[in-house]
C-alpha cells in the first residue's frame, strides 16, 4: 500500500528524531565531559570575584543585551532568544572539528558567565532569586551542552584509524542530531524564555 505525503513526512522526522536520539545517547561521555567542565565554571564564576577588567566587559555586555532587546514585543523576543542559541550552538558543534578547542572554549565561556551572573543577581536580591534562573535553562542548557558534546565528539576524529571515514560519520550524525533534536528543544527553550521575561520580568 503505498503511503500518503502525510505519513512519508510523519516518518521521516520520527526516523530522524530516533536516529538523532540514538546518537546522542552513544555520544553521552562527550556530553558528561562538557557538562563536568561548565558546572565547574559556574563555580568559578559564582565563588572566585572576576578581575576589575573582566567585570566591566561582562557588565558591558549585558547592558548592550539588555538595550538591544529594550521595547521587543513578544514575537522579536522569541526570534532575537531562538536565533542566539541557535547560532551559538552550532558554531560550538562544528567548530568542535578543530580538537574540540572551540566546544570547550563556549561551555568555559558561558559557565563563567552563567555563575558570574547568578553571583550579581545573589548579591542584589538573595539566594531565592535562583529559582526564577530554572525554568530559563530546562530546555537550552541541555541542547547546548549536547551541541557542545558533539562538537567535542567531532574533534576526536582525529584520534580515529580511519580519520576521514570518522570525520564524515560523525559530521553527518551530529547534524541530523541538531536538526531534529536540538533545534526543538532551543524552539522551546526561546518560548519559554522570552514568555518569563516578557510577562515576568
Known sequence: MKKTKKQEEENFF?????????????????????????????????????????????????????????????????GFIFFNNLQSSFFGMVFGIVFGIFSVITVVVNGYLLGFVSAKMVESQGIVVLWRLLPHGIFELPAVLISMGLGLKMGAFIFRKNKVKSLKEFSLKSLKAFFFVIIPLLIIAALIESTLIFFFS
Open 14 to 78: 520520527e526516523e530522524g528524531f530516533s536516529s538523532g536520539w540514538r546518537y546522542i545517547k552513544e555520544s553521552r561521555d562527550f556530553i558528561y565531559i562538557v557538562s563536568a567542565i561548565f558546572l565547574l565554571f559556574i563555580l568559578i564564576g559564582y565563588l572566585v570575584p572576576a578581575p576589575d577588567f573582566i567585570e566591566k566587559v561582562i557588565l558591558e555586555f549585558i547592558e548592550n543585551l539588555l538595550s538591544t532587546t529594550e521595547g521587543f514585543s513578544w514575537f522579536q523576543l522569541v
